[in-house]
C-alpha cells in the first residue's frame, strides 16, 4: 500500500517568506508526527497529533512555526517568516494507534531558506 | 545530555564483521525502537522491544533492553555494505496525554566491502 508522502521534496525560500509543507499520511493511521532534522543530527520532535484530542505542541521551537491536521488525514506544517536557522530536513511520520505502535516516515522535505 | 544518546557515534568496520550500537536514555520508558536512516530509503523502522522484555531478534539484527541500566543495544551480525546508515534509537516515554519520544543523535555504520 502507498506509504506517507511529503510535498514538495525541495523547497527553497528567502528568508522572511512563509512556507507550507505537506504530509499524507498513511490511511487509517490515527497518529501523526512531525519532525526536523538538522545535518548530520538527530529528530527533533516538532508536534504530535493523536486522533481527534488536541495535538502536542510541546516541540515547536517558536510561535512562527503552526500546524494543523484536517478531518484526521493530511497535515500542513507552516513556518512563518522563515529564518535561515529553519534550514533543515522536515519529517512527517504516521503510525497506527500511536506511540506504542512503529512509525512509518516519508521522504522528508528539504528546506532551505536563502 | 539528551534521553536516547548512541554510542559509539560513527564505526567502520569490514564486512561480515559483527557491528554493535548502544543506546542510553534517563527516564522510564514505556518501548525503544530501533531505526535506520540512508539515502536511498530514509528513516525506517527496524525493530520495537517493550520495557518488559529483554531481548529480540529479527533477522541478523539481535537487540537488548537493560531496564535497570537504562541502555540498549544493536547488534547486526554478518554486515554487508548495505547495511551502512545511520541508526537511531528512540525512546517512548510518553504518558496519558503527555507524548516524549525522543531520537538520539544516531549512530553512523560504515561496512566496507
Known amino acids: 500500500g502507498a506509504g506517507v508522502s511529503q510535498s514538495p521534496s525541495n523547497k527553497v525560500t528567502e528568508k522572511g517568506k512563509d512556507v507550507e509543507l505537506r504530509c499524507d499520511p498513511i490511511?487509517?493511521?490515527?497518529?501523526l508526527y512531525w519532525y526536523r532534522q538538522s545535518l548530520g543530527q538527530g529528530l527533533e520532535f516538532l508536534i504530535y497529533?493523536?486522533?481527534?484530542?488536541?495535538?502536542?505542541k510541546s516541540g515547536l521551537p517558536s510561535d512562527r512555526f503552526s500546524a494543523e491536521r484536517t478531518g484526521g488525514s493530511v497535515s500542513t506544517l507552516t513556518i512563518q517568516r522563515t529564518q535561515q536557522e529553519d534550514s533543515a530536513v522536515y519529517l512527517c511520520?504516521?503510525?497506527?494507534?500511536?506511540?506504542?505502535?512503529?512509525?512509518?516516515f516519508g521522504p522528508g522535505t528539504r528546506l532551505t531558506v536563502l | 545530555s539528551q534521553q536516547g544518546e548512541e554510542d559509539p557515534q560513527a564505526l567502520s568496520i569490514q564486512e561480515g564483521e559483527n557491528a554493535t550500537m548502544n543506546c542510553s536514555y534517563k527516564?522510564?520508558?514505556?518501548?525503544l525502537q530501533w531505526y535506520r536512516q540512508n539515502s536511498g530509503r530514509g528513516l525506517v523502522h527496524l525493530i520495537l522491544?517493550?520495557?518488559?522484555?529483554r531481548e529480540k531478534h529479527s533477522g541478523r539484527l539481535r537487540v537488548t533492553l537493560d531496564t535497570s541500566k537504562k541502555s540498549s543495544s544493536l547488534l547486526i551480525t554478518a554486515s554487508r555494505a548495505a547495511d551502512t546508515a545511520s541508526y537511531f534509537c528512540?525512546?517512548?516515554?510518553?504518558?496519558?496525554?503527555?507524548?516524549?519520544?525522543?531520537f538520539g543523535t544516531g549512530t553512523r555504520l560504515k561496512v566496507l566491502a
Open positions: 511520520a504516521s503510525s497506527p494507534l500511536g506511540t506504542r505502535n512503529e512509525q512509518f
Open positions: 522491544i517493550r520495557s518488559n522484555e
Open positions: 497529533f493523536q486522533g481527534n484530542s488536541a495535538p502536542d
Open positions: 528512540a525512546t517512548d516515554a510518553s504518558t496519558s496525554g503527555t507524548y516524549k519520544y525522543i
Open positions: 490511511s487509517g493511521h490515527t497518529a
Open positions: 527516564t522510564s520508558i514505556n518501548n
